[in-house]
């Protein structure tokens, strides 16, 4: 008997037709307030991939985030916007019962073409994934257990007290499913938000949050994500901007062979 990952079985989905699909929050993932965000994402994601009306590959995801999800049963619904002969627009919302929408996503997929490419920007020179030692601390919410953390640089210092000083937002991480899973597009949505919160990493302590919009941009083609396999990613998270009740959150995911598979931004609202 083959045994479902427990990302896979989180982001199951059952059709119901007409683009509709029925599924569950999954306790192997859950966050403070409902399921970790990242699920969510690659759920939305999953509804979309799933359509038989799909072309091309996910270049785009964003997701905003209404409400805190509840447990028990949701309805997924897929809808088209537009297609062209290069790009698919779609529109995918999660909704519950006496809750309304608690979440929703507009996805672009494109067709890979080979095309005139140039890069840039490297990956950081870090040591290798097996050179740095994983990172635990207990009695953290279900999802976090559900990765393999190892911090190069910023690991958190959660339960340090606040000082005057901000820190430094910057960290650096190998991080991959637990257990292993082969990287797809839809482990890539969830690792998009994988980072911790960059409030908790600046002052030292944690605060009232939740992430309002997520969006993630994928470079990762089949052949690239085929050589990663299930070995960790290369991690940086980082922030520009706290102000207002607001704070900006940007990610890189690279492959260990300096590949960029992705790149997000989020907005994080925190209270004082």
């Not at 890069?119 to 257990?145: C, E, G, H, N």
């Not at 910023?154 to 899973?181: E, M, V």
């Amino acid at each position: 008997m083959t045994m479902i990952h427990p990302f896979d079985a989180a982001t199951a989905l059952t059709p119901q037709g007409g683009g509709r699909f029925t599924g569950r929050p999954s306790a192997e993932y859950a966050n403070m307030a409902g399921p970790f965000g990242g699920i969510t994402a690659a759920t939305l994601l999953r509804a979309a991939m799933e359509h038989p009306e799909r072309r091309g590959a996910p270049v785009a995801l964003t997701v905003n985030f209404c409400a805190a999800i509840a447990s028990g049963d949701f309805e997924v619904e897929a809808r088209l916007l537009r297609g062209g002969k290069s790009t698919q627009h779609w529109q995918v919302e999660l909704r519950q019962e006496g809750l309304g929408i608690a979440a929703s996503a507009l996805v672009v997929f494109g067709e890979p073409r080979q095309t005139w490419s140039h890069r840039p920007m490297q990956a950081p020179d870090v040591p290798p994934a097996a050179a740095v030692d994983p990172w635990t601390m207990p009695s953290l919410p279900a999802w976090i257990s559900r990765y393999d953390f190892r911090f190069i640089t910023g690991a958190p210092k959660w339960r340090a007290a606040a000082s005057g000083a901000p820190q430094d937002a910057r960290s650096q991480l190998w991080l991959r499913d637990a257990p292993d899973r082969p990287l797809d597009h839809l482990s890539l949505a969830a690792l998009s938000d994988a980072f911790f919160i960059r409030l908790f990493q600046v002052r030292g302590g944690m605060a009232p949050v939740g992430t309002v919009t997520l969006t993630t941009y994928f470079f990762a083609d089949e052949a690239a994500m085929a050589r990663q396999g299930a070995r960790a990613l290369l991690g940086t998270a980082d922030a520009k901007i706290f102000s207002g009740g607001f704070f900006d959150q940007t990610a890189e995911l690279w492959a260990d062979d300096g590949a960029l598979l992705a790149t997000s931004t989020q907005v994080v609202w925190y209270k004082e």
